[in-house]
């Protein structure tokens, strides 16, 4: 099989590290990439929303599968480009059409959908520019803190938690009437806090059945002690220790059913990811989003657990074959440290020389954000690298990653030493 993979970051070199030990791959494509993909396959220079590029490459590389990894081109209808167009209707498209893509798409959409299909969640309330009066008095029932979430894409900055009731009302003005998140906040949701521990369930569904991937936990925050700004992500680890098997029975009853037959009852043919952000709350799963397609870092962590062949686990999401698919994971834990750009997530400096890459043996070096010269790799983003190792324990994996990230090299390197040790008990 011809395979492309759509994106740039550590989320699709993991996905290309894995579909590159496929027996079933021919040739591998990752398009834009980065200069960890390079080692998997072929990075193609194409922007993931160059739709009319993507045919072309497509039709020239005669692809046979296109696994999308970033939210952007399944918001934007790629999916249904595909389906739309002559040449391409019939290579699948792993990810959702535009109307499944909605349950990331749409803060509101989503909140509405988990209500109509009994989805347990926080109770909220939507408001646009002409309702800003009622959204502070709907703050006014709310006990602090307060969640305020830009309805639209917002690069995951769109969702604020506030401790003072005038702060929240400041920021929704600024929302709805500044335009703060641009077209994103044109409408925003304003939800009940949810208190409890947060983790990320993932399903991968060909639209019937699903499979139950392994659970994680990340790590937001850029501080250590999970303090400073919110991130994309600094770090991540699977299995999550207060997910039990009894915990994800509630979640897979209580949520993923749910959700999969209330997709199939609305008449939405969703094949790909679903990504379910839980709250533990004393023992209750609760809804806090849903994202279509794989968390990052999370990808990172979960995807080397898996012990079965990806590539064919995707083509039985292509063919809704999926139930019949062989699906293993290792029961090793997995931990993975995210490498950054010095003032990420503020502004940083990219084009630095990375040094001491060959010298990790004991990790897995997942590129998130670095590109090649004709010598050298480069940073080439906030987020550079996540290191990956694996452990018969926590404390285990998590050392191996930390020694592993002191031997990369580059001027301004950061990253938080204390990912996973709220879980070491």
Known sequence: MNVLILGSGGREHAFAWKI????????????????????????????????????????????????????????????????ADEVLRTVPVIGPKKDGAQLEGSKDFS?????????????????????????????????????????????????????KLEEAKEELKHM???????????????????KGIELSVFVLTDGIS???????KDYKR?????????????GAVSPVPFADKEFLKKVEEQIVKPTIKGLNKEGIDYRGFIF???????????????????????????????????????????????????????????????MVSGGYPGEFEKGKRVQGLDDVKESLVFHSGTKQDEENVLTNGGRVFAITSFGRSI?????????????????????????????MG
């Open 210 to 216: 699903y499979k139950l991937l392994p659970a994680a």
């Open 176 to 194: 709805l009437v500044d335009s703060k998140f641009g077209e994103a906040s044109a409408s925003v949701v304003i939800e009940e806090f949810l």
């Open 276 to 338: 379910v952000g839980l709250m533990n709350c004393d023992g209750e799963p609760r809804v806090i989003e849903y994202n279509c397609r794989m968390g990052d870092p999370e990808t990172e962590v979960v995807i080397p657990r898996i012990k079965s062949d990806l590539l064919d686990l995707l083509q039985g999401v292509a063919s809704q074959t999926l139930e019949s698919k062989s699906y293993e994971t290792i029961d090793e834990i997995a931990t993975t440290v995210v």
């Open 111 to 163: 909140k509405q959908f988990m209500f109509r299909h009994g989805v347990p969640t926080a109770k909220y309330a939507t408001f646009q520019k002409d309702k800003l009066e009622e959204g502070y008095r709907f703050l006014e029932t709310l006990s602090p803190p307060y969640v305020l979430k830009a309805d639209g894409l917002a690069a995951g900055k769109g969702v604020l938690i506030l401790d």
């Open 20 to 83: 590159a030990q496929s027996k079933l791959l021919q040739n591998l494509y990752i398009a834009p990439g980065n200069a960890g993909t390079a080692h998997c396959g072929t990075n193609v220079n194409l922007k993931v929303t160059d739709f009319e590029g993507i045919k072309d490459l497509v039709w020239e590389k005669d692809i046979d599968l296109v696994l999308v990894g970033p939210e952007d081109p399944l918001v934007k209808g790629l999916h249904d480009f595909f389906l």
């Open 222 to 234: 850029i501080g250590e002690g999970d303090t400073g700004l919110n991130t994309g992500g600094m």
């Open 395 to 423: 404390e285990d994996a998590v050392k191996k990653s930390f020694l592993s990230a002191d031997k990369i090299k580059y001027d301004g390197k950061y990253y938080r030493r204390d990912i996973g040790r709220d879980l």
